[in-house]
């Protein structure tokens, strides 16, 4: 999150880079656990979805880098 002010922005598109950049750091220490990605996959057909692994571990991502941003808004600004 250091340095990477774009994901503060109150522009959409600026959020999105800074969106990226934390993604791709985030590689380095976050990877989705491959059994929840499976429970998920079973839970999504449930709702009569039907979506790939790789859709799931984005997802998981996705909501793992929401998840830090609106904590370091809340907390640690």
Do not use: C, W
């Amino acid at each position: 999150m250091r340095g990477n002010k774009q994901i503060f922005s109150r522009y959409k598109s600026d959020r999105i880079k800074g969106y990226k950049k934390l993604l791709k750091s985030q590689g380095k220490y976050y990877d989705p656990p491959k059994d929840i990605v499976k429970d998920i996959m079973e839970a999504m057909e449930a709702q009569s979805f039907t979506v790939t692994k790789e859709e799931v571990e984005a997802y998981l991502k996705a909501s793992y880098a929401t998840h830090d941003r609106k904590f370091y808004m809340r907390y640690l600004k």
